[in-house]
């Protein structure tokens, strides 16, 4: 192994690294860019095959981060007279180092060349690897455009692409949209229709139709619960969901679309008009209103609200305080009631 000690700066323009002198046969290791300035530096590195007079783009656009290293991850193998180049994105950036193998005999055993996708404009050297529609080709002599899955002069598979499925399923031509599908018993591979209707059930994976009494129960009575009325429920120990409104500054429009338990904290020395949902009878929801916690003096006022005989209440004005207004409908007005200077 011959060991290059003297760094190799890379200008913007193509600079020999490395050239396999006459008669040998060599394999560069160890291909080290180093940047030792403050900002990334981008390299493209190529190769001159001599006995095709050819250069070859082997990589581009490869990114060298700002005081950072990048070594090529695969030997190159070259023979007499070629030439490895690089070129930077930005002069005086790059310094290359490498090592090299280098033999007047054939060598015991040659490396591939990851080339990448293939392209019909690059000229591709033996040992070349290549990709084509899903599969990966061997160069077995150099070429230009001779596409890989046609051309077996030049190229040897390497891996090809399997078979694609379909994803179809056989079943038979009376299938209609949207019906259940079941395994033919007999085969257990084709696909037939499901011949029970109604409301199914399925025991140790085998569909049939389920029975009234035995496998559910009929509905019977107002069960819905949507815009539905229950008629003498009773309901234990339920936890009503909190809808919290959040800092209300000037105005805000109060919804019951989220729960009938919110919460709402005014800012301070601010008054802000709340407008009320519609008046739908029945409906109720309770407002915990609270006072920011470092100043006060909020307060409040309810659109279309009527109150009691003390008339509409005054928001209790110390800092961090709550207010707890309650709210019912009839169908034509909303009514309140507050209770005052609750500490949270």
């Given at each position: 192994?011959?060991?290059?000690?003297?760094?190799?700066?890379?200008?913007?323009?193509?600079?020999?690294?490395?050239?396999?002198?006459?008669?040998?046969e060599a394999s560069v290791h160890g291909?080290?860019?180093?940047?030792?300035?403050?900002?990334?530096?981008?390299?493209?590195?190529?190769?001159?095959?001599?006995?095709?007079?050819?250069?070859?783009?082997?990589?581009?656009?490869?990114?060298?981060?700002?005081?950072?290293?990048?070594?090529?991850?695969?030997?190159?193998?070259?023979?007499?007279?070629?030439?490895?180049?690089?070129?930077?994105?930005?002069?005086?950036?790059?310094?290359?180092?490498?090592?090299?193998?280098?033999?007047?005999?054939?060598?015991?055993?040659?490396?591939?060349?990851?080339?990448?996708?293939?392209?019909?404009?690059?000229?591709?050297?033996?040992?070349?690897?290549?990709?084509?529609?899903?599969?990966?080709?061997?160069?077995?002599?150099?070429s230009t455009n001779q596409q890989p899955?046609?051309?077996?002069?030049?190229?040897?598979?390497?891996?090809?692409?399997?078979?694609?499925?379909?994803?179809?399923?056989?079943?038979?031509?009376?299938?209609?949209?949207?019906?259940?599908?079941?395994?033919?018993?007999?085969?257990?591979?084709?696909?037939?229709?499901?011949?029970?209707?109604?409301?199914?059930?399925?025991?140790?994976?085998?569909?049939?139709?389920?029975?009234?009494?035995?496998?559910?129960?009929?509905?019977?009575?107002?069960?819905?619960?949507?815009?539905?009325?229950?008629?003498?429920?009773?309901?234990?120990?339920?936890?009503?969901?909190?809808?919290?409104?959040?800092?209300?500054?000037?105005?805000?429009?109060?919804?019951?679309?989220?729960?009938?338990?919110?919460?709402?904290?005014?800012?301070?020395?601010?008054?802000?008009?709340?407008?009320?949902?519609?008046?739908?009878?029945?409906?109720?929801?309770?407002?915990?209103?609270?006072?920011?916690?470092?100043?006060?003096?909020?307060?409040?006022?309810?659109?279309?609200?009527?109150?009691?005989?003390?008339?509409?209440?005054?928001?209790?004005?110390?800092?961090?305080?709550?207010?707890?207004?309650?709210?019912?409908?009839?169908?034509?007005?909303?009514?309140?009631?507050?209770?005052?200077?609750?500490?949270?």
């Amino acid at each position: 192994m011959a060991l290059k000690g003297k760094p190799i700066a890379i200008g913007t323009s193509d600079t020999t690294i490395y050239t396999c002198p006459s008669t040998i046969e060599a394999s560069v290791h160890g291909l080290v860019f180093s940047n030792n300035t403050g900002s990334a530096v981008t390299i493209t590195l190529k190769i001159y095959i001599q006995s095709l007079g050819t250069t070859t783009t082997v990589a581009t656009g490869i990114s060298v981060g700002a005081n950072t290293t990048y070594t090529w991850p695969k030997p190159i193998n070259v023979n007499a007279g070629d030439l490895i180049q690089a070129a930077a994105s930005t002069g005086s950036a790059l310094v290359c180092f490498y090592s090299v193998y280098e033999g007047s005999a054939v060598a015991a055993a040659v490396g591939f060349t990851p080339r990448g996708a293939w392209g019909s404009g690059s000229t591709y050297a033996v040992n070349d690897v290549v990709s084509y529609n899903g599969s990966s080709y061997l160069a077995i002599q150099a070429s230009t455009n001779q596409q890989p899955d046609t051309q077996t002069a030049y190229w040897l598979v390497l891996a090809a692409k399997g078979d694609t499925g379909s994803g179809d399923v056989t079943g038979p031509a009376s299938s209609v949209d949207s019906e259940i599908a079941v395994f033919n018993s007999t085969t257990g591979k084709i696909i037939k229709r499901a011949s029970a209707t109604g409301i199914l059930k399925a025991t140790s994976g085998v569909l049939s139709a389920a029975t009234a009494g035995t496998d559910y129960v009929t509905p019977t009575g107002s069960e819905t619960l949507t815009n539905k009325t229950l008629t003498n429920p009773s309901v234990n120990n339920y936890t009503e969901g909190v809808v919290a409104i959040g800092t209300v500054s000037s105005s805000n429009t109060l919804s019951l679309t989220n729960g009938t338990l919110q919460t709402a904290t005014l800012t301070a020395s601010t008054a802000c008009t709340f407008t009320m949902p519609t008046a739908t009878a029945g409906k109720s929801f309770v407002l915990l209103l609270k006072q920011a916690a470092s100043t006060g003096n909020g307060t409040a006022t309810f659109t279309g609200v009527k109150w009691g005989t003390a008339g509409a209440p005054t928001v209790t004005a110390t800092a961090g305080k709550m207010d707890i207004f309650t709210f019912v409908a009839d169908g034509t007005n909303w009514y309140g009631s507050v209770a005052a200077g609750f500490t949270p």
